[in-house]
């Protein structure tokens, strides 16, 4: 599929830090360039849906959408997550919304069932009609690979398995041992109305746009943030960057330390840092001395997507009798951050679809940016020889 931006307009966005400017603004606001990131990006890689451990008994479900696309993942009888189109057979009415547990999924339409395995078990009126064979019917399965907990999709039935891509990464979290952390509660995805880039994360904000929520309690100067961490994996769509915090268990709470059990496995370097791994597309996880925190993002239309913030902690620290008041503390804390993030997403959205919208130069500390313009514009070159 051909791109309806010019190559060599990616290309200024790319390579140096010192020289590259952003990504034209049609990026983010055109339908025609939307439909052909859709391929390119969420159509051909792998992309995390949520996490495993959300549904760790046979029969527990959630949903999800992927652009146009209702999605369940679920728990099977086997005890494997598969993630499946969550729309009946018949008339393409969704089967089920949000999260739960059942045996079998029934449309609320016209009560066609589905086992768990996908299966069609009962069609009323057609059940053993002889021109209807309801064996050769089942719910489309989306290929999936769980990750460190995660759970990854990918629509490219060729494209390597996603544990080849992270394999590095894994080893380098192994510390925080991510596949046994439980969420405080599961996944909410909210919706905005920007581009999913917007989300792309950097820190020369933060020092500017949270100069009185976050840095009084965590402070980042920029000889602080080390950029060049070797986290960093860009071919493998793995950008990343630490704060090193002033003393281990320094944290952005009101107290600026843990106010929980720290992680049993960090040494005590890594109980002074925060560390901010982006899994490209969409995918940051925050690591932190005591918990570890992972956005999620998923288009919904060239100027929509929707938002999950959620906290994984040991099911040690989950069992402290006082857990959900110290959480709903660091919650609060935060809390205004997160005003302040949103405040700048929406606005740099209306900027975009000005006749004035720049193409502004990137300051040093915006490398991160830099990298996720390159591994996006790598994606952008080979849907084109496709």
Request: aromatic fraction near 12%.
């Amino acid at each position: 599929m051909k791109s309806p931006l010019p190559a060599e307009q990616f290309a200024a966005s790319i390579g140096s830090v010192d020289e590259a400017v952003s990504l034209p603004p049609e990026c983010y606001t055109s339908p025609e360039f939307y439909r052909f990131e859709q391929e390119a990006v969420w159509g051909r890689d792998w992309f995390c849906v949520g996490r495993a451990t959300d549904i760790p008994k046979p029969g527990d479900y959630y949903t999800v959408t992927v652009d146009k696309d209702p999605l369940m993942v679920v728990r099977g009888a086997d005890d494997e997550v598969h993630v499946r189109s969550a729309l009946c057979r018949h008339r393409a009415m969704p089967l089920v919304e949000g999260r739960g547990n059942t045996r079998r999924f029934r449309c609320p339409y016209h009560s066609w069932v589905y086992g768990l395995d996908g299966a069609l078990q009962s069609a009323p009126d057609l059940n053993g009609h002889p021109c209807f064979d309801k064996s050769e019917i089942r719910l489309p399965e989306v290929r999936s690979e769980v990750w460190e907990g995660f759970v990854f999709i990918t629509f490219d039935p060729d494209i390597a398995p996603v544990a080849e891509r992270l394999g590095r990464l894994s080893r380098q979290l192994a510390p925080y041992d991510l596949a046994n952390l439980r969420s405080a509660e599961p996944q909410q995805f909210d919706e905005y109305a920007w581009n999913w880039k917007i989300f792309a994360d950097e820190c020369y904000h933060c020092a500017h746009l949270h100069a009185k929520s976050w840095n009084p309690m965590y402070p980042t100067p920029s000889e602080r943030i080390d950029y060049d961490t070797p986290l960093n994996d860009v071919d493998n769509g793995i950008i990343a960057y630490e704060l090193i915090g002033r003393a281990p268990g320094a944290s952005p709470t009101r107290t600026g330390e843990v106010l929980l059990p720290l992680l049993p496995g960090l040494d005590e370097d890594q109980q002074s840092r925060l560390l901010y791994v982006t899994v490209m597309p969409n995918l940051l996880i925050i690591a932190l001395p005591d918990k570890v925190k992972y956005f999620l993002w998923l288009p919904t239309g060239p100027t929509g997507s929707v938002f999950a913030a959620t906290w994984l902690y040991p099911e040690s620290t989950l069992g402290l009798p006082d857990f959900k008041d110290v959480w709903q503390m660091e919650k609060d804390d935060l809390a205004q951050v997160m005003v302040e993030d949103v405040f700048a997403w929406t606005g740099v959205q209306r900027g975009m679809h000005s006749r004035f919208a720049p193409r502004g130069r990137y300051a040093p500390s915006e490398v991160v940016l830099v990298r996720f313009n390159q591994w996006l514009a790598e994606r952008y070159r080979s849907e084109e020889l496709v």
